[in-house]
């Protein structure tokens, strides 16, 4: 809805490389022109984002905090020194889809005064309710009526959104979901240095972490977890596809984990 609604064919449209990409599928579904910025120290490049946004006059940019597939993330007050410095004609997509995982420091405040920001949020993620497919947008009043105009009536279904505003409600239940993701993220990023790799700080539910070699190693690595039984991902762009990223998942599975990784690193060694 958002590539509908602020983006005209052969626009350009900024967003990291290697970020979300289902994104940039619908950029491409509206004839929107990507350009992609690298990320900078395994973050998002807010500074370069702003430089794209500037040069090609994008009316549109995408940033996701925290950040898949690297975990990372930004202060809040980083976010809001972008959000200032973004052209009043650019809309941003704030994605926030992890962001109950995170520190509370990560997340501004939330302030629709800003008619060119847009925060998305999901219950998909620290919920644990992929399966409603429901989400939310908070922005100004305005744009959330623009919305209307080509939203999908029927997109979002009643017992959806009956299970998302008591989802909402339950807090409790929330922050004892976010305390185990955490204590799983510190098994996987102790598995992993265990093994020799190096997890990456995460604000997500995942742990992405350093293969110590390229892209071809980490696939290999990949593959080699797969013919275990072991489902795992990993990023695909060059300087990111050195890592693989590992979901939080029960302590059984984990063990899982822990137990297949050193076959799966030798094989991917060749030893």
Not at 150 to 178: C, F, K, P, T
Request: proline share 6%; hydrophobic share 45%; charged share 20%.
């Amino acid at each position: 809805l958002v590539a509908r609604m602020y983006v005209a064919p052969g626009d350009a449209v900024v967003t990291s490389l290697g970020a979300y990409p289902t994104f940039n599928f619908h950029i491409a579904g509206v004839g929107g022109r990507l350009v992609a910025v690298p990320y900078e120290n395994d973050r998002e490049s807010l500074d370069g984002l702003l430089a794209a946004v500037a040069r090609d006059k994008a009316p549109l940019v995408y940033l996701s905090n925290p950040d898949n597939p690297m975990g990372s993330w930004w202060e809040a007050a980083e976010l809001i020194r972008f959000i200032e410095a973004l052209p009043e004609t650019t809309m941003l997509v704030l994605d926030e889809a992890y962001g109950e995982l995170g520190p509370a420091s990560a997340l501004p405040p939330i302030d629709v005064s800003r008619p060119n920001v847009i925060r998305l949020r999901t219950f998909s993620k620290a919920y644990g309710l992929a399966g409603i497919r429901c989400g939310y947008a908070v922005a100004d009043a305005q744009v959330i009526r623009d919305f209307e105009k080509i939203r999908n009536h029927y997109g979002v279904s009643r017992m959806a959104q009956i299970a998302g505003v008591e989802a909402l409600a339950d807090q409790n239940y929330l922050q004892s979901v976010v305390a185990r993701v955490a204590s799983g993220r510190r098994r996987i990023a102790e598995i992993a240095e265990a093994n020799g790799l190096n997890p990456l700080p995460s604000a997500t539910n995942f742990v992405t972490m350093d293969c110590g070699g390229d892209g071809a190693f980490a696939l290999k690595v990949l593959q080699a977890l797969l013919s275990r039984d072991v489902f795992i991902r990993k990023p695909m762009v060059p300087v990111l596809d050195r890592c693989i990223r590992v979901s939080v998942g029960l302590d059984h599975e984990l063990d899982i984990f822990a137990e297949e990784l050193p076959g799966a690193l030798a094989a991917a060694r060749g030893s």
